[in-house]
């Protein structure tokens, strides 16, 4: 019998490491052993952005982001108001033509308004949005009362544009769209750019008293120049420029020749040399009839 051996094959001899594959190996190894745990909470954090988002999501959708902003904003007055801070008065000035409910409104001020979180900036920026506002100051005066001084603008004239008459500051600022009877006396003002050129041209005006006091309406034609309707119906034509030297011929021919009072219809001062009239029709014909009585008699004579 015959007994064989076999030995294993031996593996072969690993060649010598160099110290890169020393290093290499130290720093491998280490990182082999290490074992990924995750915060013991993750889950909860995970579900609870997930339903933040969600929430988020459906507030946009659904178009509730203000009624979201107006409960924090309720819940943080309430808070405040508990601790002292509720506004108790509010001092107001300055106020004649906006009513103190539509200021209290426009500033924020309400029953359960707080002082701490009033934003006075956005208070004083909403009532200098009113028209007839033309300044406002907001200031807090702790622990629970509020100051409001506003500055308001003048009502300064009548604009019509478009068959609609508006009340406008001197600045052109349209204050309100109806008219009150206590304001039916101010200038009038007619056409497209009428509301910002007023002031300047009113003042110029103004230095001729008898011509004012003569206009019923101040009429802008083109943008560019302007036309007076007087009371009595005549039409006065200015020109584009040198209103005022065209005033002063206009105010010369009242004052000597009782012009603005005769049976005319129209002066034409748009010409920087002369000064032309156009007669009414009866005028008109009165006066070629007496031209033709005239020139018969004159002929009859010869």
């Not at 002031?199 to 008898?210: E, K, N, S, T, W």
Request: net charge positive; hydrophobic share 45%.
């Amino acid at each position: 019998m015959s007994v064989s051996t076999s030995t294993a094959p031996r593996r072969p001899v690993a060649a010598s490491r160099g110290p890169i594959s020393r290093t290499l190996r130290r720093l491998t190894l280490p990182l082999a052993r290490v074992q990924m745990r995750l915060p013991r909470f993750a889950g909860l954090a995970a579900c609870f952005i997930f339903l933040i988002g969600a929430a988020a999501y459906g507030a946009i959708k659904g178009d509730h982001i203000e009624a979201i902003k107006t409960a924090l904003k309720d819940a943080a007055d309430g808070a405040a108001n508990a601790t002292g801070m509720r506004i108790a008065a509010v001092s107001l000035s300055g106020q004649r033509q906006v009513s103190r409910e539509e200021i209290f409104a426009a500033a924020g001020v309400t029953d359960h308004s707080s002082l701490l979180f009033l934003d006075v900036t956005a208070a004083r920026a909403r009532l200098e949005a009113i028209p007839w506002i033309a300044e406002a100051t907001v200031r807090k005066l702790y622990p629970d009362r509020l100051q409001i001084t506003i500055t308001e603008r003048e009502a300064f004239a009548l604009w019509q544009r478009q068959g609609k008459v508006s009340v406008i500051a001197a600045d052109g600022t349209v204050l309100a769209a109806a008219v009150e009877p206590r304001l039916a006396a101010l200038p009038f003002v007619v056409g497209n750019g009428a509301a910002g050129k007023a002031r300047g041209f009113l003042a110029v005006l103004d230095r001729y008293p008898a011509i004012r006091d003569s206009v019923r309406a101040s009429i802008l034609v083109g943008e560019r120049r302007w036309n007076l309707r007087l009371k009595n119906g005549i039409d006065v034509r200015l020109p584009d420029a040198n209103i005022e030297q065209a005033l002063e011929t206009l105010a010369r021919f009242d004052r000597e020749k009782s012009l603005l009072s005769r049976d005319i219809v129209a002066v034409d001062l748009r010409l920087p040399d002369r000064l032309t009239v156009r007669l009414s029709d009866a005028a008109a014909q009165a006066r070629e009839e007496a031209f033709k009585k005239t020139t018969k008699k004159k002929g009859g004579d010869a």
